[in-house]
């Protein structure tokens, strides 16, 4: 009886954690299921709803033990067919707000070509920016939309098939970062923190 009670409130904390994230969007982009990160305390959901093209695809486990703590990164989302795939973000918040956008990619050979693609990014319909990694790396874009619903797109350049392994959104004070359209990132570092946001 006291077992079961402590696995229920053990329940009821990891959920009360995973909602207390409020103006964010956290996809483990190709995961078949949604998962908790204790380390950072936030809820990855699968991309079920937020795309309609591409495959679920898995790193080659010969990278799992590099990736231990970050399960978000077994897992990604390939898109063999056609030019451009979209994911559609639907922040609470809505138009005229300011949100961090990161994009997460770990090819981990999940292909067996040991050779990662190069391909383009695109937030609606404005250039982002070109991706070709050779290991983990990530982007990160200020975006302040003009519509309820944001759009990041993979646009295949002919030079491998594009992914991605995570996708994040975070809403922003509107008083931060005081400009319209998109700020890319040149260099973030965190200062403050015990934890670095990984």
Sequence with gaps: MLFELLLICLGF????RAQNNPGFISIDCGALNGHLDENLTI????????VESGQNMQISPKYFNQISSMQRLLNLRSFPNGTRNCYTLQPKQGKNNRYLIRASFLYGDYDNKFQGPTFDLYIDANYWVTINPSSYMYEEVIYYPSRDYIQVCLVNLGLGTPYISVLE?????NSTY????????????????PMAYR
Excluded at 169 to 173: A, F, M
Excluded at 178 to 193: F, H, P
């Design 13 to 16: 904390g990891i959920l009360a």
């Design 43 to 50: 809820y990855y959901t699968t991309d079920v709803g937020f």
């Design 169 to 173: 959104l975070r809403v922003l004070d």
């Design 178 to 193: 005081v400009a319209s359209g998109a700020l890319g990132k040149w260099y973030r570092d965190n200062i403050g923190s």
